[in-house]
């Protein structure tokens, strides 16, 4: 009788091992090697530009939430009666039984706003940029793609099997030479502003464009919707565009709207279609009611916000011009995007570091979530910071530049 073999046992109660040849740690040691390897901050207070992290108070500029909705009473005070009314868990995907009219009528609610014929909301921006091209695009369709845009954006491209092709950055020469020799079926997608660089895309162009060579055109308008445009509707009000310029247009609730989750503004085919084919749309959980519910009063919340956009604006203005004064390298944006162009992503990390030395949170941007060798502080500037503010980060850049570290 052949001996029982035993496991064999990790070094601690606590120790995975893995098998040998997926080297984790080797590829985590080269990530640290190229000053490229992340690690997470835990914050300890409310979504604010004053915030608790890792147990140090700090001025923070990387927050997505422009217009300082993520902890404002009307919306705390909104999410808790809608959760004693409705529960928190939707308990099932929307095609089951998850579906509650609180995602009904908000996604009513967004289409009127917009001026679109429907919506469809999604559990984040992320799904819903995978779900509406992988719905949409196959290996008889061409996607054409900026070269900066969101990596929801272009993992959709790979995951629907299509040909991808990716113009240079707002380069509309190139993308019409290849539009005019394509006989595929084609999409366009764009993002509206661009993430980490914070300029435009010019819609304009793109629409006369998609319509001149029958193609598709989407827009993924995340930092857009609620800071640009009449009342906050997006880079399309901002160019006087509507439904029939862009025809599918994405929008998330997690930044400007200070909620969660994520919608998708197109006419009410495209919309039944993407019920009937989106994957991360009919294979995910719905949202909680309670959260459909709370966007619902985050939209009215936008609706009237055109003080704080008036004021981020402002700050926008007085950020540019101070960091002129010190002579920094900033991207061409007029958003609240405002990066400072670094270069070095251990560079970046330093000034990052000694930035919080002094109380301001400001995050490192590195490849591959940039190009290499454009590593920058990524600024964000929100309608809840203060002039205050904006003199207190460029004093603590100013330290920085007479130490010769900036």
């Given at each position: 009788?052949?001996?029982?073999?035993?496991?064999?046992?990790?070094?601690?109660?606590?120790?995975?091992?893995?098998?040998?040849?997926?080297?984790?740690?080797?590829?985590?040691?080269?990530?640290?090697?190229?000053?490229?390897?992340?690690?997470?901050?835990?914050?300890?207070?409310?979504?604010?530009?004053?915030?608790?992290?890792?147990?140090?108070?700090?001025?923070?500029?990387?927050?997505?939430?422009?217009?300082?909705?993520?902890?404002?009473?009307?919306?705390?005070?909104?999410?808790?009666?809608?959760?004693?009314?409705?529960?928190?868990?939707?308990?099932?995907?929307?095609?089951?039984?998850?579906?509650?009219?609180?995602?009904?009528?908000l996604e009513n609610q967004?289409?009127?706003?917009?001026?679109?014929?429907?919506?469809?909301?999604?559990?984040?921006?992320?799904?819903?940029?995978?779900?509406?091209?992988?719905?949409?695009?196959?290996?008889?369709?061409?996607?054409?793609?900026?070269?900066?845009?969101?990596?929801?954006?272009?993992?959709?491209?790979?995951?629907?099997?299509?040909?991808?092709?990716?113009?240079?950055?707002?380069?509309?020469?190139?993308?019409?030479?290849?539009?005019?020799?394509?006989?595929?079926?084609?999409?366009?997608?764009?993002?509206?502003?661009?993430?980490?660089?914070?300029?435009?895309?010019?819609?304009?162009?793109?629409?006369?464009?998609?319509?001149?060579?029958?193609?598709?055109?989407?827009?993924?308008?995340?930092?857009?919707?609620?800071?640009?445009?009449?009342?906050?509707?997006?880079?399309?009000?901002?160019?006087?565009?509507?439904?029939?310029?862009?025809?599918?247009?994405?929008?998330?609730?997690?930044?400007?709207?200070?909620?969660?989750?994520?919608?998708?503004?197109?006419?009410?085919?495209?919309?039944?279609?993407?019920?009937?084919?989106?994957?991360?749309?009919?294979?995910?959980?719905?949202?909680?009611?309670?959260?459909?519910?709370?966007?619902?009063?985050?939209?009215?919340?936008?609706?009237?916000?055109?003080?704080?956009?008036?004021?981020?604006?402002?700050?926008?203005?007085?950020?540019?011009?101070?960091?002129?004064?010190?002579?920094?390298?900033?991207?061409?944006?007029d958003t609240a995007i405002?990066?400072?162009?670094?270069?070095?992503?251990?560079?970046?990390?330093?000034?990052?570091?000694?930035?919080?030395?002094?109380?301001?949170?400001?995050?490192?941007?590195?490849?591959?979530?940039?190009?290499?060798?454009?590593?920058?502080?990524?600024?964000?500037?929100?309608?809840?910071?203060?002039?205050?503010?904006?003199?207190?980060?460029?004093?603590?850049?100013?330290?920085?530049?007479?130490?010769?570290?900036?």
């Open positions: 009788m052949q001996p029982i073999q035993q496991p064999i046992q990790p070094k601690s109660q606590n120790q995975t091992l893995m098998p040998k040849a997926f080297d984790f740690a080797g590829k985590l040691a080269l990530k640290k090697q190229n000053n490229l390897y992340r690690s997470r901050k835990t914050l300890q207070s409310k979504q604010s530009v004053l915030q608790t992290v890792n147990g140090q108070s700090v001025l923070a500029f990387c927050s997505n939430d422009y217009l300082g909705l993520a902890s404002h009473p009307s919306l705390e005070q909104a999410f808790s009666k809608s959760a004693k009314q409705y529960g928190f868990g939707s308990g099932a995907s929307h095609l089951v039984n998850g579906h509650h009219q609180c995602h009904d009528e967004l289409a009127q706003f917009f001026g679109y014929e429907a919506c469809l909301t999604f559990s984040t921006g992320y799904m819903a940029n995978l779900g509406v091209i992988d719905a949409i695009c196959d290996k008889n369709t061409t996607l054409y793609q900026d070269k900066l845009n969101h990596a929801s954006l272009i993992d959709g491209a790979l995951l629907s099997g299509a040909k991808l092709k990716r113009y240079p950055h707002n380069q509309y020469d190139t993308l019409e030479n290849w539009l005019s020799t394509d006989d595929n079926q084609v999409m366009i997608a764009t993002d509206a502003v661009f993430s980490m660089d914070g300029d435009c895309a010019d819609l304009t162009q793109l629409s006369n464009l998609a319509k001149k060579h029958d193609s598709l055109l989407m827009i993924d308008d995340a930092h857009g919707v609620g800071v640009l445009g009449e009342q906050g509707k997006g880079t399309a009000s901002h160019y006087n565009l509507n439904a029939n310029d862009v025809p599918i247009m994405m929008g998330t609730l997690g930044k400007a709207f200070g909620c969660s989750g994520a919608f998708v503004l197109a006419s009410q085919e495209m919309i039944d279609y993407l019920v009937n084919f989106s994957r991360t749309y009919i294979y995910t959980t719905a949202v909680p009611p309670a959260l459909a519910a709370t966007s619902i009063q985050a939209l009215e919340l936008v609706k009237q916000a055109d003080d704080a956009r008036a004021h981020l604006n402002f700050l926008i203005a007085l950020f540019k011009q101070k960091a002129k004064e010190l002579e920094l390298i900033l991207w061409p944006s405002q990066p400072i162009m670094i270069g070095d992503s251990q560079k970046a990390m330093s000034i990052s570091k000694k930035l919080l030395e002094q109380g301001i949170l400001l995050t490192a941007i590195r490849e591959p979530t940039v190009p290499k060798n454009s590593a920058r502080l990524r600024v964000t500037l929100c309608a809840s910071h203060t002039e205050a503010h904006i003199e207190r980060l460029f004093k603590s850049l100013q330290t920085l530049k007479n130490e010769g570290s900036l």
